[in-house]
């Protein structure tokens, strides 16, 4: 019954949308047929994401949909035909290849415990300090989530830390600091690189749309630092939020000589070097990080490294999100829509800091409380249509913005995961959420800004 409402109110959105732009309410706002086309299916897509009236993915197709048998047609009887192909081939695009790439190789160390192994290493070999475990824990889960997925990140070393957590005295505020240093360390490190976390790569995407294409070791190169600088924020937060015994913390003995050395965990760290070396020298070799990416997925799944069950354990939801997502900006695009929006705006004698600022805040705040990819695919076909008002620095302020926003658990999965431990109360996760959130927002608007400027080459 809890779902009913959300679901009432959603569908409600939704069809009021779509019946105002069928009756032709938007036309006094100025905008031309195709125009209100655009922003009724904007209306169905937000109604939609962010009441989660349907699962995330079938609204990407909600919106395939509609642009099919309703922009399509308008576009056509207005003169401005466009190929139903630009519809559909987000779905396929060059990012969501990169992705794939990217869930495969994850899906491929995690089966054979390559994860799992580094992990047990790094906690056995932090020290028995809360301070120093925490430093261990967090860079290790900000280092995978960069390659692997954040959520299943949380997942392993989750299942590695809450025996040494819950090892400490049930009063001992340590225990919820050593609990949310994984779910937030992971978040923080899904910036690093494109392939960290969805917002990344629909930036990327976009990125190429704007006329300023960025490689993966560009992206590193400014992503990197910022993760860095967060880092060192969230420990020093936990450590002062959650302040709690300091002394040492009885560390199982990791055991990993489990493992055994096989032909297939050769063929995969193989693979994992090749590809990422791959998406590093881009610029030398001259393929895109999607055909880098097709590298894991064919060399994986030819050599039986992984299976058909593997395969149907991809989050392919996720890349229908994301599809979706860049199928809204060829919408809003192509219906004139994002235009007419961008004309708009007061953006004439604004400071650039003050356009990135609102949409720093605007990400974060939506992302607190929805899917962090619905944010990013709802905001940034408007920041591309914001061009020189804002500069390709908006996407990234944006796709950053998305990631780190993390005060409550249904904020990211990774905090929905250190959620259901029952060892945290939402209060225990909001206090140092907001601050994570609010000091990363500031980062981004200082140092990222100055960082991008010199090494990104955007100014």
């Known amino acids: ?49 962010i009441t989660e009236a349907v699962p995330l993915f079938v609204t990407s197709f909600v919106i395939l949909a509609l642009a099919q048998v309703w922009l399509g047609p308008e576009l056509a009887s207005a003169g401005e035909a466009v190929s139903r192909d630009a519809f559909t081939s987000p779905f396929f695009s060059d990012i969501i290849l990169l992705f794939l790439g990217g869930l495969s190789l994850s899906a491929a160390l995690n089966k054979l415990r390559y994860d799992e192994q580094l992990a047990r290493w790094v906690i056995r070999v932090s020290g028995s300090s809360v301070p120093l475990l925490l430093a261990g824990i967090m860079t290790l889960s900000a280092f995978l989530s960069m390659f692997l997925s954040n959520t299943a990140t949380t997942a392993m070393m989750l299942t590695l830390c809450l ?28 910036v690093g690189t494109p392939i960290g976390t969805p917002p990344n790569a629909i930036a990327v995407q976009y990125l190429a749309e704007s006329g300023d294409p960025i490689g993966f070791g560009r992206w590193m190169l400014l992503g990197i630092p910022f993760v860095l600088i967060m880092l060192g924020v969230v420990w020093a937060t936990l450590l002062l939020v959650h302040r709690g015994s300091r002394g040492a913390v009885r560390l199982e003995r990791q055991r990993t000589d ?58 392919w939801d996720v890349l229908l999100i994301m599809g979706g997502g860049l199928c809204l900006g060829v919408v809003m695009a192509a219906s004139g ?8 705006l007061p953006t004439d004698g604004v400071p650039t800091w003050a356009v990135l600022a609102v949409l720093a805040v605007a990400a974060a705040g939506m992302s607190s409380v929805m899917s962090n990819t619905a944010s990013a695919n709802l905001l940034m076909p408007i920041v591309l249509g914001l061009g020189a008002a804002a500069g390709p620095e908006a996407l990234l302020t944006v796709a950053f913005a998305c990631s780190v926003a993390m005060p409550l658990p249904i904020s990211t999965p990774p905090n929905a995961i250190a959620f259901s431990s029952g060892e945290l109360t939402v209060g225990d996760m909001l206090k140092p959420g907001l601050i994570i959130t609010a000091a990363a927002i500031a980062v981004e608007l200082t140092f990222a800004r100055v960082w991008w400027g010199w090494f990104g080459g955007f100014v």
């Open 1 to 49: 019954m809890r779902g009913v409402p959300r679901r009432v109110v959603g569908g409600s959105i939704a069809t009021l949308g779509v019946g105002a732009g069928l009756l032709g309410w938007f036309a006094p706002m100025g905008l031309d047929g195709p125009g209100q086309t655009g922003l009724s299916i904007l209306i169905v897509a937000a109604a939609l994401w």
């Open 163 to 190: 025996p040494i957590a819950r090892s400490l005295a049930p009063g001992d505020a340590s225990r919820k600091a050593i609990i949310l240093a994984v779910p937030f360390a992971a978040n923080i490190g899904g």
């Open 258 to 315: 489990d493992i055994r050395v096989s032909w297939r965990r050769r063929l995969v760290l193989v693979v994992a070097v090749l590809t990422v070396a791959g998406w590093l020298t881009g610029p030398w070799h001259g393929f895109s990080s999607g055909t880098v990416a097709l590298l894991p997925v064919v060399v994986l799944f030819a050599t039986g490294v992984l299976d058909r069950h593997d395969l149907r354990g991809l989050s």
């Open 337 to 344: 829509f994002a235009a007419w929006f961008v004309g708009h």
